[in-house]
């Protein structure tokens, strides 16, 4: 499965959850997680976790001269290029709450649309049109810190002193290169991102909610190994022989031989996890196999509890320059992770309309629960419970 240390950055964060690595398989009988555990899980009502790099936009958003405006962690954002860099301001003008996307920007500043008073990159004010003379004091908006690793921006919403960009994921493969090629796509979710990643690490939905696209019958079933600890979460799970869906036959060459079909779920960090799929062709001979390799940048930034931004960025190994099979891949793709977004709005109506439920959890669950328990742990070391005076 490789090492996980070497792909899974460790945040400031994550440091303060304790190792416990674990292994199963499929069949193997595993502790099932359930009523005694189910508060120690996160939910739709954890708070979100601050104290971490996410995705605020892609690059190809921000356009020079524009201001882009969006809700993150439940604050109101508006984004702009300088000539340095990128900027990232709260979105609401210390005046009286005008949002400042509404504005202009002047010399890498942003100009107030209602009375004009204007900010700088780090959200000082420097001018109020109705007293030119000498500026007030002591008015500012929040700043925050931001990076460009093209193809994304990240933003830290959280400790501005723990704000580290060496811990920015920087897996090169989600650029453009001579080994990988790809596409990005974008959707909005009304469901909590926990939910999301949590789809992410059990991917035996495969069989049903996306029988359709590309799921295949004997995928629920296949054998899976499951690795846990200290903030990694990982779950590889090998479907051999199988016969691949058209989204993954078509563009290998693989259609209607017998396949192996090899996919590792990595949770990387409350922003992002990884989807990694090696598929190979078992009826050439040994000599004559080549592995394709396609993988997902599953990036996840919580709008609010109950909403969240879903950047995906696909990537492949082969048919490096073409651009009709990028386009036939991310449109395929693309239609499976409707069927995702399907389900969990799904849930988040059913577990919304009745809130007080105890759900139960199988061996397959393994790498989620453990996912959720870390991101408990994370949410309650960013918000101590207060002590009785
Ligand atoms: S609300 Fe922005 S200047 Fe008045
Ligand atoms: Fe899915």
New binding site residues.
């Given amino acids: 499965m490789g090492s996980i240390q070497d792909r899974i950055p460790s945040t400031a964060a994550a440091s303060a959850v304790r190792p416990s690595h674990e292994r199963s398989r499929a069949g193997q009988a595993a502790p099932v997680p359930s009523r005694a555990n189910a508060n120690s899980m996160a939910d739709e009502t954890t708070p979100l976790i601050r104290n971490c790099w996410y995705v605020a936009a892609l690059s190809a958003d921000l356009a020079p001269g524009k201001l882009f405006a969006r809700r993150l962690l439940d604050v109101n954002v508006v984004l702009y290029r300088t000539e340095n860099g990128i900027a990232a301001l709260h979105d609401r003008?210390a005046?009286?709450?005008?949002p400042l996307s509404d504005g202009y920007i002047q010399d890498d500043k942003v100009v107030?649309g209602?009375?004009?008073?204007r900010y700088g990159t780090e959200g000082i004010c420097d001018h109020v049109p109705s007293q030119p003379e000498r500026c007030p004091g002591g008015i500012s908006v929040r700043s925050f810190p931001v990076v460009e690793h093209s193809p994304h921006v990240w933003i830290w919403m959280g400790d501005p002193g723990l704000a580290d960009p060496a811990q920015i994921p920087g897996a090169a493969w989600m650029r453009d290169s001579d080994e990988w090629t790809g596409s990005h796509g974008y959707m909005h979710v009304k469901s909590n991102y926990v939910f999301l990643h949590e789809n992410l690490l059990d991917l035996s939905h495969l069989s049903y909610l996306h029988a359709k696209t590309f799921g295949t019958p004997d995928y629920a079933s296949a054998p899976f190994d499951i690795q846990t600890g200290d903030g990694e979460f990982i779950v590889q799970r090998t479907v051999a022989p199988t016969r691949l869906p058209p989204v993954y036959a078509e563009p290998t060459g693989m259609t209607g031989v017998d396949a192996a079909r090899i996919v590792t779920s990595t949770y990387v960090s409350p922003a992002l996890s990884y989807t990694e799929l090696l598929l190979r062709n078992l009826e050439l001979p040994q000599e004559q196999r080549r592995d394709f390799h396609l993988k997902t940048a599953q990036i996840i930034t919580p709008e609010s509890d109950g909403t969240l931004h879903y950047h995906f960025t696909v990537v492949r190994d082969f048919a490096l320059h073409d651009q009709a099979m990028s386009e036939f891949i991310l449109k395929s793709i693309k239609a499976a992770f409707h069927e995702d977004v399907y389900a969990l709005e799904r849930i988040t109506q059913v577990r919304l309309g009745e809130p007080v439920f105890h759900e139960r959890s199988v061996a397959a669950d393994r790498a989620g629960v453990a996912m959720r328990k870390h991101l408990k742990k994370l949410a309650d070391h960013e918000n101590p419970p207060t002590q009785p005076v």
């Fill in positions: 003008c005046h009286r709450s005008m107030c209602y009375h004009g008073f």
